[in-house]
Every structure is written in C-alpha cells, then in structure tokens.
C-alpha cells in the first residue's frame, strides 16, 4: 500500500534538479563513518563499562541508534548550516549515503570485530583456568592453528616438552598472543601496573592506560583476517544479490527501509526532511517520547508514573489444562506491546501480518491437540526441528519465485548470454561466486573437510536467505538465530558422532567469530546490506553505496579492532559485555561436552586424537573428506518434524502463488512457535486491525495520511532510546561509579523484551 516513486522523481526530489546529483561526497563518507562508530562506542561503553553482565544495547539496539544519531545530525546541525550558509549542509542524496553506509557497518564493530577480539584475549586467559578440562580443551582446540598442525609437529612438541622441561603450553601457543598480555586485556590493569592493583568491578577510573601492547596482536588478527575479508565479501554481494530480485522484480516492499528512508528523504530547498513538516509525525514521535520517557524516569525514580505497555495474567492458566499443556499457551494471557512492530504491521501487506497473529493461537491449539493425542508436550527442540524444514520450504519458494532472474544472472556471470540481466547484477554475482570458492577453500584452509565445508556454506546461504526476506517482506528486525543457526541444523540432522570433534569444534569457532546468533537479524551483514540498499534506492534511485563499501568496510575493521583493544585494557573484564566471556567459555564447554557423547574423552591422548581429527590409534586421517559419515545418527523424531515444517510452508507458499487472494502466506509461519513471535503476536494483531480500520474508513489516502504517525513512532523510541543511555552514563558517572540493573531493564520493552 505504500507509494512509490520512480528514480527520476526521487532525484528530483533528492536534488531539486531534473538531473541527480553526486552523492558520494567526502562529507557523506565522512558521516557515516562517525554514526557507525558513535553507535558502536556509545553502546559498547554502556553494556561495557557500566559493569552490565548482559548485553543491552548491543543485541537489538545498533541500528536504533544509528538512526537516532543521524536524526539528531539531521534536527541540530544540518539544520543549522542550512540556515547559515546552505551549501555547507548535506543534502538528501548525501544523507541517503551516510545512512546506508552506516547501517551496513554498524554491526561490524559490536559483534564481528568484537567477537573476534574479544574471543582470541578470552581464550588465551583461559589456559590457567581453574577448571582443567576446560583449560585443557582449549590448549588443544584453540583458535590460532593447533587444529592445523601435523601429527608430527605435535610429537615434536611432546618431545621437546619432555626433554627440555619446557611448558607445553608455550609450544601450542608458539608465536601467538602472549598469556600475560591476553590477561591484561581481559580482567584489565591500572595504567601504573607497579602498583599491583586491579580494576574494581563495574568501575572506571583515570587516566587510561596508553601502553597497548599492539604488536602482540597482529599476528592473532591477521590469522583470521583472510577468512573475515572473504566473508564480509561474501555477506555483502549476497546482500545486494538478492535485493535487485526482490526490489526490482518482485516489488518486495522492505517496511524497516520504508520507514527508514521517510525519516530523512528531504528536498534541498529545506532545512529538515519532507516529513518533520507533517503533524502526524510529531504526534506518534512525541506519544513514544513520553511513554518511555515517563519508563525511564520511573527506572531512576520510583515514584513517577509508569504507563505500561506489557501485561500478563499467568494465574488464569492453572484453571486452564489448554493453557498448561499446549506449546507457550501462556503467551495468549500475555498482551505485551511493541510499537515498532505494530508500525510495522500497518506497513505489511494485510495476509503477512493476518498470518503473523492469527496463526499464533492455532499453533497453540495444535500443541495441546499432540498433548491429548501422544501424551507429551511439544517442546522447544521439537519445534526447532519443526522450523528446520519450515526454512528450507521458505529457501525453495524464494528461489522459485526468482528463478529466472537467479538463472540469468548465473549464466551471464559465467559468460553467457540471458536476457533481461544488467550490467550491474552481473558484475555482483561474479564477485559473490568468487566469494563462495574462496570461502570454502578458506574453510578447507582452516583445517574444514571439503565436504563439510560445503555443507557448511549451503546451509549458511539458506539461512542467510530466510533471513533476509524475513529483513525485506515481514520487516522482522529481531529473530532467534540460535535456534535456527547451521550449528544446530548440522547437529540435530547428523547427530553428534556424524559430525565428529574436529568438525564441531572448528564450526563453533566459525560461529562464534562471523556469525551472532544473539539478538538481531540486521546484526548479520546480508540482511544489513540488503535493507540499507532499498534506503539507498528509495531515496536516490541508485546504489552508490556499492563504489565505496569496500574500503569503507575495510576502514571500519581496522579502527574497530583498535578500539576494542583499547577499551579491553581499560575496563574491568570478566563480567561485563567488552569481552564476551560467555561465547569461548560456552564454546569450550561445548567441545568437551561433545567428546563425551562421542565417547572419545576417555583418556588426554583421546581428547587430542578426536579434535586434530585423527583416527582412533592416533594415525592421521588421510584426504579431504569427512570420515564420520557412516556414524551419521540424527536426533530422534528430526526428519518427520522436519518434513511436517517442510510441507506445511511449501503448500502455504503454492498455494499462495496459484491463488493471490489466498488469505495465508508463508514467511510467518518460519518463525512460528520462537520465543520471539510469542510477544510480537499481539502487536502484529493490534497493527493489522488499525490498518484493515483506516482502509475501510478513509481508503488508501487515509492510509498514507496516517503514515507519517507511525514513521514518528519509530523515531521516537530511536530518540529516547539515546537520550536514555546517555543518561545512564551521566547518572552512572555522577553516582560514585555504581549503575543499576533496573535502569535498564525498561529497554526491553522498547524494542525486542
């Protein structure tokens, strides 16, 4: 129901001319390299410094704060130097840029740099860790290159270790980041080190400590920077790949970039974007203002008035064995709501969000009906395996639907001819098929089987897939990415002794290092990339983005990693969000957790022979292959969930494309049953029903009246969401260095709960 403009009427717009102009400005770049980095510094110093054990503002919380950044740029200063001398300030198409430049880059210092970091300093402290067969597991699953050593420079290790008295845990770390300087980094000293005192927990004191030993971490970084670069290259032409089908020939139409995009689209004759003149605006940006604002103040101070936005009356399900003994039936006696996802709704075409809501309580119903009828309760696992086949319907419809397109592109990057393919599109598929022999060859390189390492990527790109259009159709911004990560999927299909140590233990660190599975969809590059494109597009009928995001990406890396060592030195480390102790230390409990299930942690010699992938007499595995195919045990019950998911989506989807007034569609149900839709169920109700009102009272003008009300929705809770963490810092900062757990506790009722 959106409107839509063609690319000469929106750089008219963009412009005031009947010619675009340049919007790849120093400036532009310039802008977009301070949003990214003041969002990733902003939330990292809150989750960070205030001594928080979770993360706050890093899960859900980047992108909003992006765009509260760029809206204050956009209300204070930009405004001011329009006012003062109007060349000086940025016009559309140059903000357009900035914010889709920022929007791709901003997941990469909080969680792709981070990880990284954060997890090669945990790591390595971890070697005198207190529990030894965690400590031992990493000497001999480490991140750095013991997977890829060779039997013999293993024996030799021993060797030396027994002739010459020499800690063994030098030779498995040799070259690499020291112990003491990784210790350093993760607890965090004084800058007078001499004084033999430490950092006190959650607090921050003066002056930082400028001593960083940078050279020690070269040489981890650089480790990992062939299989970074060549990822990212990956995430990106994946990203815009799909987006020109979706965009262009489905006329997919990207609500979060819709709204996105309404918040800044200005024409250059005005000091502020065209929608900062529509009162509706102001009233849904001043209603989430004082919402949450009221929220926040009641965090601080008790006494102020709360206006809830959650509610929940679990006591009625004891009255109730529907409720008990069905799938999160208690989520039915929960009307929590989410503001942006019911904006969202009212953009969402009528069967999308009909389904969202309306197929909740069916699942329930059918979670009690298999109650009555097994005598067990559908639980979490069986609805993950559920989702698994749910996924691989959704990745089939999706290529379906496109496969024209898909198999023009694929011919013309390969040289041939097609017709109907760009330039443009051609030259991207060449560079993602690039990226996809790369990665695998880097995945082999890492010490990956080559058949592993494809069935790796495969399952990847078709989570990546889901995730984008769920980004792109649904404007689902927060999904569970656990549940439904290649890990798990590997897991549950081959069973723990199908995918052997060594293979778990380097796909873990793979996960944990490229891909979070913790908090939001846009924190992955492909759906990033793919929505800040349409933003790009929607507001300057181009992609310029694509002549500077190499370098961009490139520099933000770099800088990226240079700050977060900085800050690890100078924070106090275990327990707070810096350092994501969680991920290694989840990670090695995991390794060892497997090998007993394997049956292989019987002895040290077994535990090393399992991991570096050697036969049981310590022999090494000759080839490129996987040898654990015949112990391939799947979870129990795995290929019929996984088939019902399969099925169910895929009739859903037929259906809908042989019947267009079909009233069901397919993308929901491919989150149906997660924790995440069992709070944004009411919401996509309450959404779908105001849209289906104003359609039938004022038709579509009406509805494109009310529209700028929900754009300042979203910019309110972006603003507040801001203005609230600085707040904390100050309050944090004036209060003896001690921060409150329930100061934040009401952001989760802003975004994602």
């Known amino acids: 129901m959106s409107s839509s403009r063609n690319p000469s009427e929106t750089a008219a717009l963009d412009g005031g001319l009947d010619k675009p102009r340049r919007v790849i400005t120093i400036r532009a770049v310039l802008l977009a390299m301070l949003l990214t980095f003041l969002a990733a510094l902003i939330g990292s110093y809150h989750d960070g410094s205030l001594g928080l054990t979770v993360s706050v503002t890093g899960q859900n919380y980047v992108t909003p704060l992006v765009l509260a950044l760029l809206l204050v740029f956009v209300l204070a200063i930009n ?80 060797g030396e270790n027994e002739n010459e008295n020499v800690d063994k845990n030098e030779k498995v770390y040799r070259g690499l980041l020291p112990l003491a300087d990784s210790k350093e980094f993760h607890f965090g000293v004084l800058p007078d080190s001499r004084t033999g005192e430490s950092w006190e927990s959650g607090r921050l004191r003066g002056p930082w400590r400028m001593d960083i030993p940078w050279g020690v971490w070269v040489k981890p970084l650089l480790y990992w920077a062939p299989l ?63 919402i949450f604002s009221m929220a926040g103040i009641h965090a601080h101070l008790p006494k102020m008035v709360e206006v809830k936005t959650k509610a929940a009356f679990y006591a009625l399900a004891k009255n109730f064995p529907f409720l008990n003994d069905s799938y999160e039936g208690y989520s039915l006696l929960r009307p929590w709501v989410f503001f942006t996802i019911v904006a969202v709704a009212y953009l969402l075409p009528a069967e999308i969000s009909f389904t969202a809501w309306f197929m ?22 069986d609805n993950t395996m559920l989702l698994s086949g749910a996924w691989w319907a959704m990745a089939l419809l999706i290529m379906y639907t496109g496969r024209w397109y898909y198999w023009g592109v694929l011919k013309t990057a390969l040289g041939l001819r097609a017709d109907g393919i760009d330039a443009q599109s051609t030259r991207i598929a060449r560079v993602f098929l690039l990226a996809l022999i790369l990665l695998v060859a880097m995945l082999v390189v890492y010490g990956l089987p080559l058949d ?133 230390n989840m ?15 019987n002895s040290a010699a077994q535990i090393e022979a399992s991991i570096r992938g050697l ?79 104003i359609l039938r009272i004022g038709g579509s003008r009406l509805f494109e009246r009310c529209r700028p009300f929900f754009t300042g929705m979203i910019a309110g809770q972006a603003l507040v969401l801001l203005g609230w963490v600085i707040v904390n810092i100050v309050c944090f900062m004036g209060n003896d260095f001690r921060f409150e757990r329930e100061w934040w506790l009401f952001f989760k009722d802003i975004f994602s709960g």
């Not at 796909?507 to 908090?519: A, E, H, W």
């Not at 090695?588 to 957790?593: K, P, S, T």
């Not at 654990?628 to 259906?655: C, I, P």
């Open 452 to 584: 592993m390492a494809v069935v790796w990527i495969a399952i990847l790109s078709v989570w990546f897939l889901v995730m984008c259009r769920l980004v792109a159709e649904m404007g689902i911004p927060w999904t569970p990415l656990a549940q439904t990560g290649p890990l798990s999927l590997m897991l549950r299909a081959l069973g723990a002794t199908g995918l052997g140590a060594k293979v778990y233990s380097l796909v873990t660190i793979f996960k944990s290092m490229l891909i979070p599975t913790k908090g939001s969809v846009l924190l992955l590059a492909a759906p990033a990339v793919a929505n800040a494109a349409h933003v790009e597009y929607r507001l300057t009928g181009r992609q310029s983005s694509l002549k500077v995001i190499a370098p961009f990406l490139i520099v933000v890396l770099i800088v990226s990693a240079g700050l977060i060592i900085y800050m690890g030195y100078n924070t106090e480390g275990p327990h707070n969000d810096m350092h994501y102790y969680r991920t290694a």
């Open 79 to 158: 405004a001011l130097l329009h006012r003062i001398y109007r060349p000086l300030a940025l016009r559309g198409g140059e903000l357009a840029l900035a914010l889709a430049l920022s929007l791709m880059a901003a997941p990469l210092p909080r969680f792709l740099v981070q990880e990284q970091v954060s997890t090669i300093g945990r790591t390595t402290a971890m070697l005198d860790g207190e529990e030894t067969a965690i400590s031992y597991v990493h000497q001999k699953a480490n991140l750095y290159g013991v997977l890829r050593d060779t039997e013999a420079e293993a024996a030799s290790a021993d």
């Open 360 to 381: 909740w309580p069916i699942m329930v119903g059918c979670t009690y009906f298999y109650f009555t009828q097994t005598g067990s309760r559908w639980n979490n696992q």
């Open 587 to 601: 990670h090695a409990q995991g390794i060892h957790g497997l090998l007993q299930k394997v049956g292989r942690a």
């Open 228 to 290: 970074t670069g060549v990822f990212l290259v990956f995430c990106v032409s994946f990203g815009y790949l799909v987006y020109r089908q979706w965009a262009h020939r489905e006329l997919v139409r990207f609500p979060l970039a819709e709204l996105a995009a309404d918040m800044i689209r200005k024409r250059d004759d005005r000091p502020w974007p065209d929608v900062f003149y529509m009162g509706s605006f102001w009233i849904g940006l001043l209603l989430m203002v004082i």
């Open 615 to 693: 036969n049981a007499d310590g022999t090494p595995v000759r080839g490129l292959f996987h040898t654990h195919w015949g112990s391939v045990k799947s979870d129990e019950g795995f290929w019929t969930r996984f088939s019902v998911g399969f099925v169910l989506v895929l009739v859903v989807g037929l259906l809908r494309l042989k019947m267009p007034r079909f009233p069901f569609h397919p993308l929901p149900l491919v989150v149906l049953g997660t924790w995440l839709m069992s709070r944004y169920w009411w919401s996509f109700l309450i959404g779908w029903a105001i849209k289906s009102l």
